[in-house]
């Protein structure tokens, strides 16, 4: 008998008495770890429900030799499928090895890997041994039914659980009489509260019971900057390196588009699995985080009593890509969780989603955690090894905390994201809870004292629970932004300061809910301007100041600019006749006016918009204008404007900056320290005639504490800079 023939023979021994093991349901988890003198190996050895198109990954440590990576270097060996051919690449870590099998694993059989086959660090080193088996699955991913993103997210019917309450039916009666030139079947973004919001726009993906999922950029006060509708549900609106991210349900893909709003780059998933909807993060380096839902056929009989001997179970994987999408990391709660860590799910249901992974974050120190919302966990995992370092949630199977100040505890949350240092939020649905009630938290992780303490509990002034969806995102300035998920809670969307106090508050209409709402600073150039804002100056009461604005299209094709929106008409608007059409690559002239009707100054935002059945993109242009009494002549000179001392001056708590302005107009006071750097903006706006008062507290943009020094408080008004020294004792 020949050596190969031999280990096959062994080889079908083992498969036998594993797939006897995997039939009995015999899926426990067990501490799966990697080979002696291997950081990380996948599949891990003695790993089941493998897909029969996974890679072999190996990492040991150390730059490798390229030179030593050949195709030979890993033998990988199936007791029914006998020996694969393949390809060996290094990933552009430099690093990790990957091979890439010809043919994919034949269902049920036992695959062993040996090597390294001459693989060496660039330190000239061989690597150590290599030798494991894993269990390749009788589940071929890529055959398997993808269930919809919603009946995965919402166990409850969609109707039952998208159903708006009574005062947002109303809201959506009256908004749906009055009409809009936008896309039939567009939400209306209706603004309830507007204070002073951290700057930029927010991203929502609304959908409902009746409609799919859309992408929607709006800005503060509730005006679309993007808008586009697609044949399938789109998820998850995100800005990460430069593009605008979002999953289309109806091909597994993530996308990302440029500043044009055209696609520049897509992910899915390796090893066979769909992309899933839940989560999706690109990383500094290009790499990529993504979730995968794999589901497997378990005898669940033989792991509860009652359980359905041909159960369809929802395993999570994690996969990470790098730049080539080789997957050069993946982490499955196979290997990891037990089944029976699900809480409240139905162990004997003929379908069992006992982790339902909804979100993957990159904490402080580089490793990942992952929110399982059917776990009430959240899972610190070594990004080297997999290893779990840690499991959170009181309302959790495995807990490693003491929580301190949260009697209650989370569950069913979503959207674990790292703050600041040591600083997590998370948007805890609170739905199976009593009392439930859903709220944006934040909370400082001490992992050297295994301590989790509730430092914020933001909840909608009209309470309610959340039984899906929701996030939570930390602001500069330490504001907090939450997106109340699937439920009874009305508004959607709720912004607070860093004292919790509401800055804004916006609502969908018709009635829809949204997986998450996001913040960032954001500029399209499909539709660009010569300059971001207009400012007429003084202008006598009663009369009339024109300008000219310069739209380019810096699209491939033609743009029809449909309309010209101004949020006041009164005082400001375009004098072109819409629609338009702008040429690639081509400019148009838009003239402007600005109307005094008062001895006061006036502000508005101008939108160049162009619509159709599907899509909306518009630019937004900032109209300033200031009117005064034709018979006075507007003030000049060194009287326009000062600025006094500061008092108290030194200051160690807070202080107050006086100034006056001798008309009405723009005007900024900002603090710069010693060397030049802005430390903070204490005024930006339009302000009256008369004298002012700012206060400053001595903190920074982000709200933190500044050092104690020697600062510079400068005003910024009628055309002239003034400054004043402010000292800090502390």
Known sequence: MSAARAVRCVLAVCAVVACGCLLAGVVAAAPLRAPAGYRYVCPLPESRFVSPVNTIVVRAGGAI???????????????????????????????????????????????????????????GDA????????????????????????????????????????????????????????PAGMPNVVVTTLGFPNAGCTAVSPRSSTDIGTLL????????????????????????????TYYLVGDATWYGLDSLYQVADSWVAGNGYWAD?????????????????????VEMDQVVPGGNPEAYVYGLVIQELDSDRNVVF?????????????????????????????????ADDGNLMLSSRNMNEVTKIDRETGAILWRWGRNAVHNDFTIVGDPRGFAYQHDIRFATAGRV???????????????????????????????????????????????????????????WGAGQVFPQVTEVDANDEVTLEYRFVPYMVSYRVRRFEWTGHRIDVDRAAVDFGAVPAGSVATDTLRVTNHGTSELAITRFVCTDTTHFGAD???????????????????????????????????????????????????????????????????LAPAHPNPVRTGTVVPFAVARAGHATLRVYDAAGRRVATLLDAVVAAGDHTVAWNGTDERGGRVAPGVYVCELAAAGRRFERRIVLLR
Not at 594 to 614: E, I
């Open 127 to 182: 690597l150590p041994p290599l030798a494991f088996t894993f269990h390749v699955s009788r589940v071929d991913p890529r055959t398997q039914p993808r269930v919809r993103f919603d009946d995965r997210d919402e166990a409850l019917p969609r109707e039952a659980l998208h159903a708006p309450p009574a005062a947002a039916r109303a809201v959506a009666s009256r908004a749906a009489a009055a009409g809009s030139d936008l």
């Open 576 to 642: 072109l006749a819409a629609p338009v059409t702008i040429a690639p690559e081509s400019t148009l002239a838009v003239p402007v006016h600005f109307r005094a009707t008062a001895a006061a100054p006036f502000r508005a935002t101008l939108y160049v918009r162009s619509s159709s059945t599907d899509e909306v993109i518009a630019r937004s242009i900032q109209l300033d204008g200031v009117g005064y009494d034709a018979l006075a002549a507007p003030p000049r000179g060194p009287a326009a404007a000062a």
């Open 425 to 483: 939020t998370l948007f805890d649905n609170g739905w199976a809870l009593d009392p439930a009630y859903a709220r944006g938290v934040l909370y400082r992780l001490d992992e050297d004292e295994m301590t989790a303490t509730l430092l914020r509990d933001v909840r909608p002034a009209g309470g309610g629970a959340a039984h899906s969806n929701g996030s939570t995102q930390w602001l500069p300035g330490g504001g907090l932004l939450m997106c």
């Open 217 to 244: 950029l709006v800005d503060n006060a509730g005006q679309p900057l993007y808008y586009r509708r697609f044949p399938t549900d789109a998820v998850d609106l995100n800005l990460q390196n430069g593009l605008l």
């Open 277 to 297: 909807a839940h989560d999706f993060k690109l990383l500094p380096n290009g790499h990529a985080l993504l979730l995968c839902y794999d589901t497997q056929i």
């Open 65 to 123: 030799d390229p030179a030593s990576v050949r195709d030979d270097a890993i033998t990988v060996t199936g007791s029914a499928s006998g020996r694969h051919a393949g390809r060996c690449r290094l990933a552009d870590d430099g690093e990790t090895v990957v091979f890439t099998p010809a043919q994919p694993f034949q269902p049920g059989e036992v695959v062993r890997v040996q090597g390294p086959g001459g693989l060496a660090r660039a330190r």
């Open 330 to 362: 993946q982490w499955r709660s196979w290997d990891f969780f037990d089944i029976t860590d699900g809480v409240d799910v139905d162990l004997t249901a003929p379908t069992v989603d006992y982790v339902h992974g909804n979100a993957i974050e990159v």
